[in-house]
């Protein structure tokens, strides 16, 4: 069992920044591989964000590149999500999301960007 806990969201004028973190909980027995996160809007499909494997190498939805910053520490089993330059479109629930032999979501946290 992997056990995520979100933090970050919250409400920011157009142009701001937040920064999300996901601090995942496991077992010796377990390994985290990758790591990411999806968001979705009300009406709207979940729609990928970013991730970043246990290496570092990441990758980002068209939308955010250049504007978000997807990070992680190992130690701590924890991803971050910088997002600068806030819009009015990267309003949504953001959801964590890790990978051990299977996939893990967490619940979300609600980013609100005014505009």
């Known amino acids: 069992q992997v056990q995520l806990v979100e933090s970050g969201g919250g409400l920011v004028q157009a142009g701001g920044s937040l920064r999300l973190s996901c601090a995942a909980s496991?077992?010796?027995?377990?390994?985290?591989?990758?790591m990411g996160w999806y968001r979705q809007a009300p009406g709207k499909q979940r729609e990928f964000v970013a991730t970043i494997t246990s290496g570092g190498s990441t990758n980002y939805a068209d939308s955010v590149k250049g504007r978000f910053t997807i990070s992680r520490d190992n130690a701590k089993n924890t991803v971050y999500l910088q997002m600068n330059s806030l819009k009015p479109e990267d309003s949504a629930v953001y959801y964590c999301?890790?990978?051990?032999?299977?996939?893990?979501w967490g619940r979300g946290t609600q980013v609100t960007v005014s505009s």
């Open positions: 999301w890790v990978t051990t032999f299977k996939v893990y």
């Open positions: 496991t077992t010796s027995m377990f390994s985290i591989n990758d």
